[in-house]
């Protein structure tokens, strides 16, 4: 194909659609700063290759343009820009730094500036040259013409609509040609065409319609040249184009009545081989163009009929490789015959794009979906897998994507991969692959259409983007797109191919081929000059002398100012700047940071060229920027502001000053209260001190008393129990009774006081709580009155009550009441002797008194504030005093919402007064006098003189005991008081109890609850828990009072809960109630055996072990020979155990169970009357009827017939 002389201009164009005022122009001109200017029929326009800036005529300002229509821009040699207007009086200088202009006379310039006016104003007389080239306007046709003036020869240009980078308009108004090699060309009617001089010479084929020489479609899927020079394109459903070397077009169809036409129009892949043969890989097959006979002939093989074929390449014997839909296959030149290659390992996908052969004879088979596999020839038709590359669907893997639509092998022996995710490179030398579409975002991303390499060592890349040139020596890309000149945005996937001879590169895309040479590629060296072009705060522009907060930010343009001071109520800016480089500003990059702010520079394209900041703190700050060409040439400094942002007035150096002072103030101040704290601190940290050792020292004591409590409690039952039984022995001696009441009063004594100290403790816990009921004050006053009438006489002491009224009803505790009543009285009586102790009642408006008042020894005064703190006593203290009365008394009326009160007075003898005053509010009606319910006039529960032989059980000594008990002299006081009715073993703790209830399967079980090595609580719960152990009651001994202990314990398991010290014929009673219970159990799952054998109502373990046992023998019952061991083996039991467990829980031993569960369901059977005897008799295991009704007979007293017909009466005899 022949290219003129002439420069092949490519203009681009600035329209209303760009926003110009106007499509007439008249005057072009480049200021001094770099911007452009256009004079139009309606404004004057400042171009930064981005945005117009348009300036127009304002009657209110007489520092706008004079005239908004323009009649020419002329720039003088200071750099002044001028404005003629078709204002005959005026023309108008623009001032840089005001952004306005000056209105000057035109009578008052000189000549000489007149008549440069005047002939620059006739555009037909300029004429610019640039490389041998000059253009100029043409007189007649006011055309712009082109002349190369070695020859001489001229060219006219001429309006072409229908090209897309053809001038859109004939009638030039001027011509304008700039520094940077950009030809401006203003019109009259369609604004400003643009062209730039060193752009590359990309040209373009595409289809024009209404045309006859043209191509048939533009979409190109495939294209190559043959030995002639003629360029063979492929379509995408319409054929091929053949267009030969003096730029005639030719078309080759599918016709189906001509066996020599292509065989269908989509296609796929033209290739020419090395004997001029073009191949023609269709939807449907493989053609190929002979031009020996200037006709088409297809490969006639029914194994590639109907296959898509997408790739072609010849290997070095000329042999054809065809990449398929179906695979891949090997057409032999000499032979002709073709063969579809199997492999060693199955291809991952059978769909291949595209293969090649590689220096090392390998192929690479790039497939649609499976990555790349790499296979060598194993002759016969068979290859063999080398290599294979994937992408991973978790992200891994040495491919970007599996889908592989383009590969090439460089002149260094590196395999270039374009897949649908970017390139990817093959280093032979490491034998690894690297990601380039990753490496930054200058590569290309998504689909890579196609891979050259040019006669310079260059790589060029086709894609969705443009084309991308690449540097193998240091990998730095260049990408060009449409505003280079490229007709398409998008090009075809191996829709590409290099022309070696004349080094000419050809890309097929969806907008037809676009082709070049790679040696007439320009680098623009210049880089873009960085202006600032706009300013906004608050997202509102600010002009010039412009008010912004109550102060003028911009004193002049953007552009020429170089610093700006902000305040704090700039919340928001905005800076806008630009490149000043015109060649192609829609390619520049930008770079920016704000120093100071950002941490690195800010990549940005030509459409997104304006940096945002908000609450920039005070402080100084620079904005730079730096910008780059098409070519990726960047600006060696960048373009800076400086920025101020000053603080408020609250936050300026003055403010601070006086924070500083007001800061000083508060420090002093706060070392003041500090120091105040501090000594405040020290001594509530040292009554702290004292306070936590007070209560260290009071816990340590309870805690004392509590454990001594606890260990006394089972001395005492040792005590008071062997006395009991001693009063009753010696019932009939006085002298014995006598020494044996104050052996048991002083016991009861001490068992009180323990009890009162683990009340103190319980109250402490917070564990005591409040039991209100109604009862009568009055009576309980003389109960606890009457208690030391025997005192009373001892120590010659009158006792007193006075009660008003006389008789009270009160809503309390009385427990505890009674509690603060003896402890109080029980005071007075330690310290008073020959005196008078007198128990005084009132009732208040609103409270009750209770006085308790004696003539004894009296208090110190400095002892009054330490009676109640537990522990301390008085200067005088009595013998047997613990200090824990008083402090037990007062917390009991505290929780009555009460009081109680000290008074002492001392005197002579007779004469000493002190007066303990109880106070409890009134609830209700509790003064109102009324009958007095049941538990006002309660007593306390009395020893019950129970003998041993009062408690002997029904049951003969058959019955086991285990008494489990860690203390010695305890276990052997129950055994010789149990031995005489029952079999008694013992056990000293939990472990050794668990063994022997296994070894004995005992009766009953009394254990105690604190031992060692396994208490008595995890004792019952392994005895509940156990299957063979379960049905054993449990008695609970403790010395713990608590009522949750209590709980705890039933929970658990336990059967019955009985407190130390106690009582042994209640413990008798107790112990005989729990084997009654057991036996009563026994009868009833007799009963339920005898009368309905299958309806039990399981809950309990035992119970669900029964259930199991019945459920088996009823199931077996038809089995006259029923084994016991089958029995054990199906519910997972010993012989032996079963035996026992069946005994304790029925009173029955197996065979004994089996016959009552035989007998019972054949009562059952014959109260339905629906079989006869001797059938019930097989069905319940008799093989003998006779045997049977004998034994019925033995067991019921009557024979069946009999007990068959009384049921149908409604009677029932058996025994």
């Known amino acids: 194909m022949a290219y003129g002389q002439f420069l092949q201009l490519k203009f681009d164009h600035i329209t209303a659609g760009n926003g110009l005022p106007h499509s007439t122009i008249h005057g072009i001109a480049k200021d ?50 001028w404005i003629s207007t078709f204002d005959e009086d005026f023309i108008c200088r623009y001032n840089y730094t005001t952004d306005d202009f000056d209105r000057i006379a035109l009578q008052t310039l000189p000549i000489d500036f007149k008549t440069n006016i005047n002939r620059r104003s006739h555009k037909l007389s300029i004429n610019f040259s640039y490389n041998q ?139 020419s081989d090395s004997d001029g043969l073009i191949w023609i890989g269709s939807q449907t097959g493989v053609d190929y163009y002979d031009p020996a006979d200037n006709s088409i002939h297809r490969i006639d093989d029914p194994s590639i009929f109907n296959t898509a074929v997408f790739s072609i390449m010849e290997d070095e014997d000329t042999n054809l490789w065809f990449g398929t839909w179906n695979g891949l296959y090997k057409y032999t030149r000499q032979s002709g015959q073709l063969q579809l290659l199997s492999t060693d390992t199955p291809l991952s996908n059978t769909h291949v794009w595209t293969v090649i052969q590689d220096s090392k004879k390998q192929f690479w088979v790039g497939t649609e979906g499976g990555g790349i596999v790499v296979l060598g020839e194993q002759g016969a038709g068979k290859l063999k897998t080398l290599n294979r590359f994937q992408h991973q669907p978790d992200g891994t893997g040495p491919l970007s994507d599996n889908r592989i639509y383009s590969i090439l092998e460089d002149t260094e022996h590196r395999i270039w991969i374009g897949t649908g995710n970017g390139l990817d490179l093959y280093q032979p030398n490491t034998e690894t692959i690297k990601h380039l579409s990753r490496v930054s975002s200058q590569w290309p991303k998504g689909t890579i259409a196609g891979i050259l390499e040019d006669e310079q060592g260059y790589i060029w890349v086709s894609h969705k983007q443009g084309i991308s040139r690449v540097d193998k020596k240091d990998f730095s890309i260049r990408t060009f797109t449409k505003q280079d000149g490229l007709l398409n945005s998008e090009f075809i996937e191996g829709s590409l191919f290099k022309s070696a001879g004349e080094n000419r590169l050809y890309f097929g895309g969806n907008q037809g081929v676009t082709h070049f040479s790679p040696d007439s590629i320009k680098t623009n060296t210049r880089p873009p000059k960085i202006v600032f072009t706009e300013l906004r705060i608050l997202n509102e522009s600010v002009e010039v002398n412009q008010q912004v907060n109550g102060r003028v930010v911009l004193h002049e343009p953007l552009y020429l100012q170089k610093e700006l001071s902000l305040n704090h109520r700039d919340k928001a800016i905005s800076i806008e700047f630009a490149g000043l480089h015109f060649a192609n500003p829609g390619g520049n990059k930008y770079a920016y940071m704000l120093e100071g702010f950002d941490q690195d520079w800010i990549y940005t394209g030509a459409t997104k060229r304006v940096a945002s900041y908000s609450n920039l703190a005070p402080g100084a700050y620079t904005f730079k920027v730096r910008a780059s060409n098409s070519d990726g040439i960047w600006t060696r ?116 006081t323990v009890n009162q100290l683990l009340d103190i403790r319980r109250f402490e816990n917070g564990k005591e709580t409040f039991h209100g009921e109604h009862f009568d004050l009055t009576a309980l006053a003389r109960k606890v009155l009457n208690s030391f009438d025997q005192e009373a006489k001892r120590k010659n002491i009158r006792l007193k009550l006075a009660v008003r009224p006389p008789t009270l009803f009160i809503f309390a505790d009385a427990d505890k009441l009674e509690k603060v009543l003896y402890n109080l009285l029980s005071n007075a009586f330690k310290y008073t002797q020959d005196g008078i102790i007198k128990l005084r009642i009132r009732a208040r408006q609103s409270q009750i008194q209770l006085d308790v008042i004696d003539n004894g020894i009296g208090i110190d005064s400095e002892d009054l504030n330490l009676i109640f703190k537990p522990f301390l006593q008085g200067k005088t203290p009595v013998p047997g005093g613990s200090g824990l009365g008083l402090t037990y008394s007062q917390s009991l009326m505290e929780m009555h919402g009460g009081s109680l009160t000290v008074q002492s007075r001392r005197g002579t003898k007779g004469r000493n007064l002190t007066i303990f005053t109880a106070l409890t509010p009134i609830v209700g009606n509790a003064t109102l006098p009324g009958k ?46 149990f031995k005489k009715e029952y079999t008694v073993i013992q056990a000293p703790d939990g472990l050794q109890g668990i063994e022997l209830a296994r070894k004995h399967l005992p009766d009953l079980v009394i254990s105690d609850v604190m031992m060692p090595k396994l208490d008595g609580i995890n004792f019952v719960r392994h005895i509940k828990n156990n299957i063979f152990l379960c049905h054993i009651p449990v008695i609970l001994l403790t010395a713990r009072t608590l009522v949750e202990y209590e709980i705890e314990g039933l929970q658990t398991g336990a059967d019955d809960y009985v407190v130390k010290p106690f009582h042994l014929p209640i413990l008798a009673l107790k112990v005989r109630n729990q084997l009654a219970l057991r036996l009563r159990m026994q009868e009833r799952f007799k009963q339920q055996i005898a009368l309905h054998p299958s309806k039990q109502e399981v809950q309990s373990a035992d119970e669900i072990l029964l259930k199991k046992v019945m459920h088996y023998v009823e199931n077996h019952l038809a089995d006259s020979d029923l084994k016991i061991d089958k029995i054990c083996d199906s519910i997972g039991l010993s012989r032996a155990q079963l035996y026992r467990k069946m005994k304790a829980l029925t009173g029955y031993s197996m065979s004994d169970f089996i016959k009552e569960v035989r007998f019972g369901r054949a009562a059952q059977l014959l109260r339905e009357q629906k079989l006869t005897v001797s059938e019930i008799a097989y069905m319940v295991g008799f093989n003998d009827p006779e045997y049977f009704r004998k034994s019925f007979k033995l067991k019921f007293g009557v024979s069946p017939t009999t007990f068959a017909r009384q049921q149908h009466k409604g009677t029932t005899h058996f025994s």
């Open 932 to 977: 007095p319910s049941d538990d006002a006039t309660s007593q306390e529960t009395a020893y019950l003189p129970i003998t041993a032989s009062s408690v002997a059980l029904s049951q003969a000594r058959t019955s086991t005991l285990l008494l489990v008990e860690d203390n010695q002299e305890m276990r052997e006081y129950l055994t010789n008081f």
């Open 637 to 752: 400094q960048p373009a800076e502001l400086q920025i101020q942002v000053a603080p408020a007035i609250w936050a300026s150096g003055p403010a601070y000053a006086l924070y500083s002072l007001i800061g000083i103030a508060m420090l002093y101040a706060f070392y003041y209260y500090i120091k105040r704290y501090t000594r405040l601190k020290s001594r509530l940290n040292y009554e702290a001190l004292l306070h936590a050792k007070e209560k260290q020292l009071h816990d340590s004591k309870v805690q004392f008393f509590t454990n001594i409590s606890h260990e006394i409690k089972t001395p005492l039952s040792l005590i008071l129990s062997p006395i009991q039984q001693l009063k009753d022995w010696y019932q009939k001696i006085p002298e014995a009774q006598e020494q044996l009441l104050t052996m048991e009063k002083n016991g009861t004594r001490l068992l009180k």
């Open 32 to 81: 001094k700063y770099g911007f452009m200017w256009f004079g139009t029929w309606s404004g004057l326009c400042r171009y930064d290759g981005y945005n117009l800036r348009i300036y127009r005529y304002d009657n209110q300002n007489p520092k706008s343009i004079v005239n908004n229509r323009i009649h020419n821009i002329l720039l003088d040699q200071k750099g002044d820009l």
């Open 133 to 271: 080239t000059r253009w100029h306007l043409d007189e007649a046709t006011t055309s712009v013409v082109e002349t190369f003036l070695p020859t001489g020869q001229e060219k006219f240009y001429h309006a072409t609509a229908s090209e897309p980078w053809g001038l859109n308009d004939g009638y030039i108004s001027d011509i304008f040609l700039d520094d940077e090699h950009v030809l401006w060309l203003g019109t009259y009617g369609n604004g400003i065409n643009r062209s730039y001089l060193d752009a590359t010479p990309f040209h373009n084929i595409y289809r024009h319609p209404g045309r006859n020489n043209t191509l048939i479609e533009n979409t190109i899927r495939s294209l190559t040249k043959d030995k002639l020079g003629n360029l063979w394109l492929g379509t995408r459903s319409k054929g091929l184009n053949l267009i030969t070397s003096d730029g005639t077009y030719h078309q080759f169809q599918h016709n189906p009545n001509d066996i020599h036409s292509i065989q269908n129009n989509y296609i796929k892949k033209v290739f």
